[in-house]
Structures are given as C-alpha cells and as structure tokens.
C-alpha cells in the first residue's frame, strides 16, 4: 500500500495522479503520445507543411507519392500530405465541439430527470426516445440538410445526435445515487439540491462519461467525414479528410491510390486514438482511483 502511495504522491495532485495512471497503462500512455501528435498537428500543422495545400499545379497533377509530395499531389497538383496535416484542425474542432455541447447538454438534462424524478424525467426520457429513434446518421443529415452544410451546423446537428447518450447514462448514475449514504449526509450538512448535486454525486458518473466521450469523438470525426463525403459537410476547396476520401475515391479504378488512402488513414488514426484514450480518461477522473 505504502508503494501505491508513494507512486501517486509522485508528481504531486492531479498531475500525479494522471503521471500515475499513465504509467500504469502504457496503452493509455501510447494514447495520449497519438492524441499529442494530433495536437500539434492541428495547432502547428499549418505552419509546418511544406507546400501550400490550397496551391494547384496542373502540371504537378496526380504524381505518386516522392520525396517532394510524400502523399503525392492531387488531380489539380495540391499537395495531399499538406491537404491531410491542415485538415486535422477543422476536424479535431467539429468534433471536440460537438461532443463538447452534446456532454454539457446531456448532462444538465440526465442529472436533472435522475435527480428530480417525475414528469420532468417522463418529458426527457420522451424527447430522448424520439431522437434516438432515427438512424442517427440519417438524422443528422437531415439536420445539416435543412439548415444548410456549414460548419457550425454539422457541429449542431453532430451534437443533437449524441446528446442522448449522455443524458441516458447520467440519468441511471445519478438516480442510482441520489438516495445513497453520503447524498444523505450532504442533505444533512446544509447542502442545496444543485450543490449535491454538482458536487457530490455528479462525479460519480464522469468516468463511464469519459468512456462514452472518446467513443464519440472517435464517432463524431467519422459523422462530419461521412457527410463530407457524400456532399453535405464541408465544402470544397476546404481541407477536410471526408472531402478528400470523396474526391480520391474517383481515381482509386486508375491507379492514383494515394488519394483516397491518406486521407482515409488519417482519419483511421484519429478514431484510433479516441477509442484507446477511453480508459484512461476514465481512469483520470474516477474518485475512487484516488483512494
């Protein structure tokens, strides 16, 4: 016990306990060293790359990959392994974004039914319910369809879609709690209702939280990708790795691979690291795994 102590004690607080839960799991640390490279390429990549990725040349067009386009170039002679660095950003921000609104509104709305109970449960569960009841795909398509393929409504319509799966597994946390031994006693203490709540049985939910949010992310990066790639997302001439997928998909029968298959591998690697990360995260923020 007393080796466990010293270990956490190690780094000092919370970047102790996340120094400790990294050692403890090397493929959580191998996560995190993929969600850095991520990062950096989303903070630096544009600075970084060696060409321009909005430059056409058409007398540059569809060359293999070498040593002056490591992914090769497109069909208007734009440098992919440029095109897929830059793109990282746009996709990493729809994302984190849209998980980032689908958790904070899930969990404002499950902690509530869990908490309170009644007909505020009765009235959430439903509208929960009906969203979940549509292919959630298709859902947002519809969304985006309807209010027009821009960024800040495919981040809209990507949260909608997941803010169910927040709200449900808050909801089952926090009623399983909210008549437990220490929720009494913080009644007791003085505590209002929002307070316990917040703070006392809240953090009991955020580790599956933290599974479901990688998972998502993971998710969210493939939803804004498929509507790319079918017309609905981002728009062209914008680095973006579902539009990428989509334009290269049309050279895969001529030979021109290296078009559709970085993008596609990038993409690979981002849902990759989210769903790794998940134990980890989980691991970080449970209470218990600092007792």
Request: charged share 10%; no cysteine; aromatic share 10%.
């Amino acid at each position: 016990m007393s080796a466990v102590t010293d270990t956490r004690a190690d780094g000092g607080g919370t970047f102790g306990h996340i120094l400790y839960v990294l050692r403890g799991n090397p493929v959580t640390a191998l996560s995190f060293g993929m969600f850095a490279v991520l990062i950096v390429a989303a903070i630096f990549g544009p600075y970084l790359v060696p060409h321009d990725p909005m430059a056409s040349n058409a007398g540059s067009a569809l060359q293999a990959p070498s040593w002056t386009h490591w992914f090769g170039t497109d069909n208007l002679g734009r440098d992919v392994f440029s095109r897929v660095v830059v793109a990282t950003r746009l996709d990493l921000v729809i994302s984190v974004s849209a998980v980032a609104l689908s958790l904070v509104a899930g969990s404002v709305l499950g902690a509530a039914a869990g908490y309170f109970g009644g007909w505020l449960d009765a009235v959430l569960n439903r509208i929960m319910d009906t969203i979940m009841a549509f292919p959630l795909f298709v859902l947002a398509m519809g969304i985006v369809a309807a209010l027009g393929n821009t960024v800040e409504n495919i981040v809209y319509a990507t949260a909608v879609i997941n803010t169910p799966f927040y709200a449900r597994l808050v909801r089952a946390e926090v009623n399983i709690r909210r008549e437990a031994g220490f929720v009494q006693a913080a009644r007791l203490a003085g505590n209002s209702d929002i307070r316990v709540l917040a703070m006392h049985i809240f953090p009991n939910a955020l580790p599956p939280m933290m599974v479901q949010m990688s998972l998502n992310l993971g998710w969210a990066i493939l939803n804004a990708a498929g509507l790319s790639f079918i017309g609905l997302g981002v728009r062209p001439p914008t680095a973006e790795w579902g539009i990428m997928v989509a334009e290269g998909a049309n050279f895969i029968v001529s030979g021109e691979w290296w078009l559709a298959v970085f993008p596609g591998l990038a993409l690979m690697f981002a849902v990759f690291t989210f769903n790794l990360m998940g134990d980890g995260l989980r691991d970080i923020v449970d209470p218990r795994q600092r007792t």
